[in-house]
């Protein structure tokens, strides 16, 4: 007989004793960050960075969406080394609006 108790509304198991907000079940993309990252404090400013660049490229996407497209992002921007970005001038710019990976919904 198991004396486990019931898992609260909206809280998901997974293996071993892992609990997942039911948001972060699934896909895989979605159980990783949450188990890794989502609600964690962040102390690095790049990673800083990179959560609050990500935060502001969702806006009319889904989170999942951009989760899928982090490595293109990361690639994009230069790994989110904000003292590298810092020196980007037109062309970069020019250069990032022409890339085939960037977001549809990016308008200038």
């Not at 959560?51 to 293109?72: D, H, M, P, V, Y």
Request: include cysteine.
């Amino acid at each position: 007989m198991s004396s486990a108790l019931p898992l609260p509304a909206g809280i998901v198991a997974g293996t071993g004793h892992i609990r997942r907000c039911g948001w972060g079940a699934e896909p895989p993309i979605y159980q990783a960050y949450h188990d890794d990252e989502w609600g964690r404090p962040v102390a690095d400013d790049g990673r800083l960075f990179e959560k609050l660049c990500l935060e502001g490229f969702q806006s009319g996407l889904s989170w999942l969406t951009i989760l899928k497209k982090r490595a293109n992002f990361r690639r994009a921007f230069a790994g989110f080394d904000f003292h590298q970005l810092a020196r980007w001038n037109g062309r970069d710019v020019d250069r990032l609006l022409g890339r085939k990976e960037r977001p549809s919904h990016w308008r200038c």
